[in-house]
Nanobody
Framework: VQLQASGGGLVQAGGSLRLSCAAS????????MGWFRQAPGKVREFVAA????????YYADSVKGRFTISRDNAKNTVYLQMNSLKPEDTAVYHC????????????????WGQGTLVTVSS
């Protein structure tokens, strides 16, 4: 699976951004899709994931209630709507595809996009 993330940028605290990740190469609906982020000097961390059919979603506590993950299997795309952004959300955001069942484990994801930078100014 090839993954291409887009939608990052510079936004003020309290603002919103919508990230997109377009997939190609294999059957998109066979994969759990996730978003991870990596801030400068920090390890990559789980942000959100969505089940193959899109009915179940999972979030890190730090983004719960502010971020929404969704997918459109007809368009082979997963989205991350980010609202009420905070400076601590600043990071490179990566989408990833998981052919297994583990949701939160970074190592369970088989394919990764190149990342898109989100910068939140205070």
């Amino acid at each position: 699976v090839q993954l291409q993330a887009s939608g990052g940028g510079l936004v003020q605290a309290g603002g919103s951004l919508r990230l997109s990740c377009a997939a190609s190469g294999r059957t998109f609906s066979n994969y759990i899709m996730g978003w991870f982020r990596q801030a400068p000097g920090k390890v990559r961390e789980f942000v959100a994931a969505v089940s193959r059919g899109g009915s179940r979603t999972y979030y890190a506590d730090s983004v719960k209630g502010r971020f929404t993950i969704s997918r459109d299997n007809a368009k082979n795309t997963v989205y991350l709507q980010m609202n009420s952004l905070k400076p601590e959300d600043t990071a490179v955001y990566h989408c990833a595809a998981n052919g297994g069942t583990s949701i939160y484990n970074l190592g369970a994801y088989d394919y990764w996009g190149q990342g898109t930078l989100v910068t939140v100014s205070s």
